[in-house]
């Protein structure tokens, strides 16, 4: 039996993802619970408890019987005992795929301690990708780059969550510039495309600096979580949040430039630009009633995942709800 590796080995570091760190985030996949039993809106059989009704394995309720009911589901016991037939309803197990959507576009490649985006959000979507294969979810990815998409079809197999973080080490390792040519894509698209690979009933995470998450996704994402669910994974840096009141050394790893933050109006006005901005984009996601869940890539990793997704803390939220 493999041995756990310390939490300390996992915490991911740097301007590029590695392979090695995101195969061991495996090791956390049992302490992650990335959703609840809650409606699913599939057909195909699996572990997903829902609302369908139907002949599954664990009894709901009973009920007064209606026309179309299927007579094997009468309940002859209570039918006997209140005069009135009654009929059983039961809760079907349903399969829940899993699509990673990683955003690895230029404005990924930036951090300013600890991790680049880009690396925090390859963690991220590594640890889910695990979580959703030891729940016996089928995984697959969307990997949005400047021009592409990569597409890692749902299966059931650890072969495709290797297969999704190969492509993201291969695709994150290609960034050399926060700055995006001319023509990059839109996450617009990136969630246009996501309908055409989501099957009704999908679980879709969205990890994201969400820079572009305005307006203009607003009708894509009403079409999209008509039929599937989408949690919003939000990777931001502080320092695109507030900038220091003393002047900065920047580089891309070839070149150095200072910035010279000690204008105080500069700072600010900078700041409430990025404040509006990351406004904009929790009423987008209070608008069509979507979780955002916010990562900071200066911040250790793993303790952020287990406060949001980890099973005793989801259990603890619950009781104090």
Sequence with gaps: MPQAVPHS??????????????????????????????????????????????RGMNFEEVRDYQAGDDVRTIDWRVTARTGTTHTKLYQEERERPVVIMLDLRSPMFFGSHLAFKSVAASGIAAALGWAALQHSDRIG???????????????????????????????????QSPIAERGSQSLKQLLEEARRIARPGSALFLISDCHDLD??????LYLLTRHADLQVIRVSDPLEQQLPAHSLTISDGRQRTFLNASSRPLREHFADKQAQARAEVEQLCRKHRLPL?????????????????????????????
């Design 293 to 321: 869940l916010d990562f900071d890539n200066t911040q250790p990793l793993l303790p952020t995942l287990l406060s949001y997704y980890g099973g005793r803390q989801q259990a603890l939220r619950g009781r104090s709800a």
């Design 215 to 220: 307006e203009r996704c607003s009708q894509p």
């Design 9 to 54: 080995d996992l915490n991911l570091r740097g301007a590029y993802p590695e392979v090695a760190p995101l195969v061991q985030m495996r090791y956390i996949a049992r302490q992650l619970q990335l959703f609840k039993p809650r409606l699913a809106r599939s057909d195909q059989a699996g572990n997903l408890l829902t609302r369908y009704r139907g």
């Design 141 to 175: 990815a969307l990997l949005f780059a400047d021009r592409e998409i990569d597409t890692v079809r749902p299966r059931r197999s650890h072969h495709a969550v290797l297969s999704m973080i190969h492509g993201m080490v291969a695709r994150a390792g290609e960034l």
